[in-house]
T-cell receptor
C-alpha cells in the first residue's frame, strides 16, 4: 500500500512570495490533516478535512494560509504572502475515517523563507 | 486545556542501555487517546502505539514497552537494550473525543541519541 505522498520535499522562497504544497493521501482515506512543525517543536494542526469538507481550521492563519481538498482526495496548502516565521516542515497525514484516531504521515515539505 | 509535556529535551545513551522517555498529559475529557510517534532523521513520523483512556494495561512490543498511569496522567515509553537505529526524536501525543476534530496534540519531543 502506497503511503502519503507530498511534494515538493524542499522549497526555498523569499518573504512576501507565495508557495503551494501538495498532498496525496493513502487511497480510500477520508480524513486529511495538515500540520506545521517548527524546528524543535512538535507538529501543530493547521487544518483537518473530512472528505472535501473542513472539520477544524481554528489554528489556520487565514489571512495568509489557505487549503483545499476539492474532490475529497488530493489537497493543496497555500501560503500567500510568506513570512520568515513560516519556515517549518509542513506535514500531511491521512486517516481512514474521522473516528479511527490513527494517522499516517507523509515525509513533509521543508519550507525555508529568506 | 489539552497539553502534552515531554520534560526531557535530549537523552544520550550507549548501546544496550535501557532508556525511558517521559510523557505527562493534561485533559479534561474522560475519553481520550494517547500516542507515541518516532521521527527519524528522514523526517517522516512513524506511528508506534495508540492507547485509549479506558485501557491502562501496559504493553510490550519487542524492545519497546509503554506504561500508562491515569493517576499520574503519564504515558511513559521504555526502550530496552537500545540500538543505534533507535536514535530519533520521539513524540508523545494526545487526541480527545470531544473536540471538533481528531487532531493530535503533540509534545515538544525528546531527542534520543544512541551511540555505539
Amino acid at each position: 500500500e502506497a503511503g502519503v505522498a507530498q511534494s515538493p520535499r524542499y522549497k526555498i522562497i523569499e518573504k512576501r512570495q507565495s508557495v503551494a504544497f501538495w498532498c496525496n493521501p493513502i487511497s480510500g482515506h477520508a480524513t486529511l490533516y495538515w500540520y506545521q512543525q517548527i524546528l524543535g517543536q512538535g507538529p501543530k494542526l493547521l487544518i483537518q478535512f473530512q472528505n472535501n469538507g473542513v472539520v477544524d481550521d481554528s489554528q489556520l492563519p487565514k489571512d495568509r494560509f489557505s487549503a483545499e481538498r476539492l474532490k475529497g482526495v488530493d489537497s493543496t496548502l497555500k501560503i500567500q504572502p510568506a513570512k520568515l516565521e513560516d519556515s517549518a516542515v509542513y506535514l500531511c497525514a491521512s486517516s481512514p475515517n474521522w473516528a479511527s484516531y490513527e494517522q499516517y504521515f507523509g515525509p513533509g515539505t521543508r519550507l525555508t523563507v529568506t | 486545556a489539552q497539553k502534552v509535556t515531554q520534560a526531557q529535551t535530549e537523552i544520550s545513551v550507549v548501546e544496550k542501555e535501557d532508556v525511558t522517555l517521559d510523557c505527562v498529559y493534561e485533559t479534561r475529557d474522560t475519553t481520550y487517546y494517547l500516542f507515541w510517534y518516532k521521527q527519524p532523521p528522514s523526517g517522516e513520523l512513524v506511528f508506534l502505539i495508540r492507547r485509549n483512556s479506558f485501557d491502562e494495561q501496559n504493553e510490550i512490543s519487542g524492545r519497546y514497552s509503554w506504561n500508562f498511569q491515569k493517576s499520574t496522567s503519564s504515558f511513559n515509553f521504555t526502550i530496552t537494550a537500545s540500538q543505534v537505529v533507535d536514535s530519533a526524536v520521539y513524540f508523545c501525543a494526545l487526541s480527545e473525543s470531544n473536540q471538533a476534530g481528531t487532531a493530535l496534540i503533540f509534545g515538544k519531543g525528546t531527542t534520543l541519541s544512541v551511540s555505539s
